[in-house]
């Protein structure tokens, strides 16, 4: 596995217990009694909890386990875009946490922020990585195929 691979499967998994402290430390005001109720609370979970759950705790699971098996192209053109919307949805999301500042949370988020574009560093890279895979290859069957056709050429005319 490339190094690349590795540091990508890292800093999901780094951004992954970033997501889970977030929650954590925002249910931790129960401790001191703060109440944690939204205004709006009907009792139930909100419909579209489950796309929230499975976009930022699921989805980068599923990424770190599909890093160690799929090296090829259309996946890390995909994974580079995936790692951009991240990098945009924690960057939103730092901005709002100004509105009713925490410092645990801010300096989480930021963190988070930081290791996602760090994830999208890493992620261009591998992608031009594989480009240069890719050409390289080209490159090589091109010149393999042009020794082929040239051989029997020159053997007739010996």
Known sequence: MTTHRVQLS??????????????DYHVSGIFYGIELKRPNATGEFPPTIWLIRFVFQLAPMMAVTFLLFFEAQWFRVAHFGVSILYTLAHGSHLIREFEKPDMS????LSLVLVVSVLL???ALRWLKEGRGE????DSQQV???SIHKTEPASIMQS
Do not use: E
């Open 10 to 23: 890292l800093l999901w998994l780094v951004m992954v217990v970033g997501m889970m402290l977030h929650f």
């Open 105 to 108: 949370q801010l300096n989480l």
């Open 120 to 122: 999208n560093i890493v």
């Open 134 to 137: 890719i050409k390289a290859q």
């Open 143 to 145: 010149a393999t195929s």
